[in-house]
């Protein structure tokens, strides 16, 4: 009923309280297959290691609409819920207190792409004279110059636009 792969349905039932849990967090508002992924990921672990599950069905869903609203990027998600084991602050406070919060700002963004394009002349050329891969590069450098802020979506159309 929530159309997921069969290995995936397969792993998540396997225990009763790990299908529970999955439910759960489904029934908080996550959408099946986010809910499934992080399960899988990243709760499986923590309730093999601790035989419990540290955050709530509830705030897990929330960190999956963090990251479905393009709040945070996946990676900063799950820096957000490692931190949300014992603590009741929301997971969109946990993101704010980390500064993992995206930004999508046009401007913030174009100054963070032109910084990059400047320091990476060489790597200009390249990218003009048709190495098109070296976009993944570009992007890879403004979320670095960025601290992992920048909305990594959002920066590829202004890579295009600045390197043509």
């Not at 995936?8 to 759960?24: K, M, Q, S």
């Not at 891969?133 to 909305?151: N, P, R, T, Y």
Request: aromatic content about 8%; charged content about 25%; proline content about 6%.
């Amino acid at each position: 009923s929530y159309a997921l792969p069969a290995y995936h349905a397969a792993t998540l039932c396997a225990e009763r309280p790990v299908a529970d849990y999955f439910e759960a967090v489904v029934e908080a508002g996550a959408e099946p297959k986010a809910a499934a992924d992080w399960v899988l990921e990243t709760v499986l672990t923590d309730f093999n290691e601790r035989g419990t599950f540290p955050v709530p069905p509830q705030r897990l869903a929330g960190v999956i609409a963090l990251v479905r609203e393009g709040v945070v990027g996946k990676p900063a998600a799950k820096l957000v819920y490692a931190e949300l084991h014992g603590t009741e602050a929301t997971p969109r406070a946990v993101a704010e207190r980390l500064g993992v919060i995206q930004v999508s700002d046009a401007g913030a963004l174009e100054g963070w792409v032109d910084a990059v394009l400047t320091a990476h002349p060489a790597e200009v050329a390249r990218y003009r004279g048709g190495e098109a891969k070296l976009l993944g590069f570009f992007v890879g450098q403004v979320m670095k110059h960025s601290k992992g802020k920048a909305d990594a979506k959002a920066i590829q159309p202004i890579l295009q636009r600045r390197l043509t």
